[in-house]
C-alpha cells in the first residue's frame, strides 16, 4: 500500500461513488479496526505521518494513505490550489473519513472542512516550525514549507475553529492525543 500516490487520477477527472468494499478489506488485513473509530486533525508537519510510521501496533492510518487509495485526493500538490478548491477536495476527504470511522478505523490527517474531529493536535508554533523544516530537509512528502509563515499561521489558526465552536480538545502532541483517545476507549470499555 506505500504506492497509493501512484494511483491518483487529474483534478478534470468527473467523480462518482462507488463500493469500496475492497478497499477497506485491505486496509483491515494491516490495521486494527475498533469498536469505535476516531480521527485526530492536525496541521500539516506535526508528526502525524512519523507517529503512524513509528507505531508498535498498526491502530492509527495515516489520514493522507486512506484518502488517496480511497481517490479522495488527485494527483499534484492540491495544497497549494485555491481555498474552493481545497474545500472541494477535503469535503472529499470528509465522507470517508465518516465512512472509515464507522468501520472502527482510528485516523490521523490533515484534511477535514466540516468532519468534527476527536482531537486536535497544534504544537507551540516555534515547535511547529522546527517539524515543518525538519521534515522538509529529511523526508519531504508534500505540505505545507518552512518558508511561508503566514500560510502555517492561517493553518493553525483555521484547525483552532474546532475547539472553539465544537469544543474538540487540543493537545500539543500526537503522543498525547493518542493517549487521550485510547485511555477514553479503555474507559468506555470497562464501564459497560
Not at 510510521?53 to 490550489?81: M, V, Y
Not at 493553518?155 to 480538545?169: A, G, I, L, M, Q
Request: glycine share 6%; charged share 25%; with cysteine.
Amino acid at each position: 500500500m506505500t504506492h497509493y500516490i501512484d494511483n491518483l487520477y487529474e483534478e478534470t477527472t468527473p467523480l462518482v461513488f462507488s463500493d469500496g468494499t475492497n478497499i477497506y478489506n485491505d486496509l483491515k488485513k494491516e490495521y486494527v479496526t475498533h469498536n469505535k473509530g476516531y480521527f485526530i486533525y492536525g496541521p500539516s508537519g506535526v508528526g502525524k505521518t512519523y507517529f503512524v510510521n513509528h507505531q508498535k501496533e498498526k491502530n492509527w492510518i495515516d489520514g493522507d494513505l486512506l484518502w488517496s487509495l480511497t481517490k479522495a485526493f488527485p494527483a499534484g500538490d492540491w495544497w497549494n490550489w485555491s481555498g474552493e478548491e481545497i474545500d472541494t477536495i477535503e469535503r472529499r476527504a470528509d465522507v470517508i473519513t465518516e465512512q472509515a470511522k464507522k468501520l472502527g478505523f482510528w485516523i490521523i490527517g490533515a484534511s477535514s472542512v466540516n468532519m468534527v474531529p476527536d482531537a486536535i493536535v497544534i504544537p507551540d508554533f516555534d515547535t511547529h516550525l522546527s517539524y515543518i523544516k525538519y521534515r522538509e530537509n529529511n523526508c519531504y512528502d508534500g505540505g505545507i514549507k518552512s518558508d511561508d509563515l503566514n500560510k502555517i499561521k492561517r493553518n493553525r489558526e483555521h484547525f483552532y475553529r474546532f475547539h472553539k465552536s465544537d469544543n474538540v480538545p487540543i493537545f500539543k502532541s500526537v503522543d498525547e492525543a493518542v493517549l487521550f483517545l485510547q485511555n477514553q476507549t479503555d474507559n468506555e470499555l470497562h464501564s459497560h
